[in-house]
Nanobody
């Protein structure tokens, strides 16, 4: 059974930093691309970043480019997102999502709140 468990969310002031992580199990992590997707209160899903299975190709939404860094450790089956220069509009539930062809699996999400 695929399991994706996010952690590290919380409350941070504007301009601050936070790292969130995702622990993966139940599938061959190194053969899947991994994504972060977020959902702000009352809004739809917003793709944030993607990292291919070999960690060679990183892509980011324009809204986070230059501020967020995605990384993965295929030996430890973990995915991370380092978030710097956080803004109130980054407030959302952040989901870890595995993807391969048409197969997608989601974690339960972790709340990130940016507020003074």
């Amino acid at each position: 059974e695929v399991q994706l468990v996010e952690s590290g969310g919380g409350l941070v002031q504007p301009g601050g930093s936070l790292m969130i992580s995702c622990a993966a199990s139940g599938f061959t992590f190194s053969t899947y691309a991994m994504n972060w997707v977020r959902q702000a209160p009352g809004k739809g899903l917003d793709w944030v970043s993607r990292l291919d299975k070999g960690a060679a190709v990183l892509t980011y939404a324009d809204s986070v480019k230059g501020r967020f860094t995605i990384s993965r450790d295929n030996a430890k089956n973990t995915l991370s997102l380092q978030m710097n220069s956080l803004k109130p509009e980054d407030t959302a539930v952040y989901y870890c999502v595995s993807s391969r062809n048409s197969e997608w699996s989601w974690g339960q999400g972790t709340q990130v709140t940016v507020s003074s």
